[in-house]
T-cell receptor, first 112, second 112 residues
Framework: KQEVTQIPAALSVPEGENLVLNCSFTDSAIYNLQWFRQDPGKGLTSLLLIQSSQREQTSGRLNASLDKSSGRSTLYIAASQPGDSATYLCAVEGYNTDKLIFGTGTRLQVFP | DAGVTQSPTHLIKTRGQQVTLRCSPKSGHDTVSWYQQALGQGPQFIFQYYEEEERQRGNFPDRFSGHQFPNYSSELNVNALLLGDSALYLC???????????FGQGTRLTVV
């Protein structure tokens, strides 16, 4: 059974710091991995999608890497801003299954 | 492009009642998935619809049922509501079943 874990559960940093959020999964047979952002009480905004054949994806100040063999992904946020404050969720989709399995998220607060 | 839209945004129901939540997928998408997110947790997969049929189902009781219409929009029905059904219900759409998922803003259901 696939399990997804995110560390740390919460993070509070001053503006301008570079951040690394971690996601680990127990079954390496994944089809893709997706990172999402969620503001309080709101839906999910897709940030980056990494297919199983890819090693990383970049969008602006965000970079996500994937190491299937070790069951790990990291989301790197460069030069953090207060507007980055949100909960970040990672989710994996396995082969022969159409559902996303989520971690419990990392709650990020960036203060001025 | 309106993206994934869900209605209503908030809903309060009494134990034992029935509720219907609605979702319109992103333009060009034909697959709709429903998730339940309890406070402080990651979303949990309920089921997925493709070509008007339920393709896959998560670990939810039969009180949870759904439907997909020819225009790809979808409904989630929950019967005999319990207090524990209080959660944020998220709809996600994608093109076919194994592509990037886009989420709506969710419906906050409170059962009293």
């Amino acid at each position: 059974k696939q399990e997804v874990t995110q560390i740390p559960a919460a993070l509070s940093v001053p503006e301008g710091e570079n951040l690394v959020l971690n996601c680990s999964f127990t079954d390496s047979a994944i089809y893709n991995l997706q990172w999402f952002r969620q503001d309080p009480g709101k839906g999910l905004t897709s940030l980056l999608l990494i297919q199983s054949s890819q090693r990383e994806q970049t969008s602006g100040r965000l970079n996500a890497s994937l190491d299937k063999s070790s069951g790990r992904s990291t989301l790197y946020i460069a030069a953090s801003q207060p507007g980055d404050s949100a909960t970040y969720l990672c989710a994996v989709e396995g082969y022969n299954t159409d559902k996303l399995i989520f971690g419990t998220g990392t709650r990020l607060q960036v203060f001025p | 492009d309106a993206g994934v839209t869900q209605s209503p945004t908030h809903l309060i129901k009494t134990r034992g009642q029935q509720v219907t939540l609605r979702c319109s997928p992103k333009s060009g998408h034909d697959t709709v998935s429903w998730y339940q997110q309890a406070l402080g947790q990651g979303p949990q997969f309920i089921f997925q619809y493709y070509e008007e049929e339920e393709r896959q189902r998560g670990n939810f009781p039969d009180r949870f049922s759904g439907h997909q219409f020819p225009n790809y929009s979808s409904e989630l029905n929950v019967n005999a509501l319990l207090l524990g059904d209080s959660a944020l219900y998220l709809c996600a759409s994608s093109y076919n079943t194994e592509n990037e998922a886009f989420f709506g803003q969710g419906t906050r259901l409170t059962v009293v």
